[in-house]
């Protein structure tokens, strides 16, 4: 491949977009980031992935967070920010890799030379909130609860850092209800979609 592919996934809690990105990594061979791109992050600043992990994808605390000259004294805000930073270094040094979640869809539109293909993931919720039940040995009203206490951090996460609301389908090339065709399904068919958009980006680039 000598496109620069990155597909950006976000994804509701529960919908599994986690295995789902793990899978079409498989299928399009591959790397696939989420919590793993601490350690990347770690080892360019020479930090503890394991006290970067406290923070991240984590809404900061408005009441104390203070900005000066620009800079802000909220960790969550600067783990932020390095991620950021490292995906777009990623995808500027030409690497291909999916994703998930940390603002992606958004934060690499500005990147040229690449192939963005942007994904959300939701599911129907009882297929989230049973998801969620057998994953983490739940009731099913503390999986309910889960469910929309991460949604709304990650609705807050995303305010802080984004111009568009969490979820917004302005951003999206595909919505996609993982309840419906399964997660290895449900891989299988954006890895159609992705194979299709890589071809006809690059007929156009040979144009």
Known sequence: MNTTLVVSISREFGSGGHVVAR????????PYYDKSILSRVAEEYHLDRNELSKYEEKPSNLLITRSVRGFSNSPQDAIAEMQFDMIRKMAGNGESFIIVGRCSEEILTEIPGILLITIFVTGDEKAKIARVVERENLSWEQAKKRIKKVDAERQ?????????EWGDRSYFDVIVNSSKLGLEGTAEVLEHYVRARLETYEEDANE
Request: hydrophobic letters at 30%.
């Open 23 to 30: 899978e079409l990594s498989k299928l399009l061979d591959i």
């Open 156 to 164: 807050r996460y995303h305010a802080r850092y984004c111009t568009k």
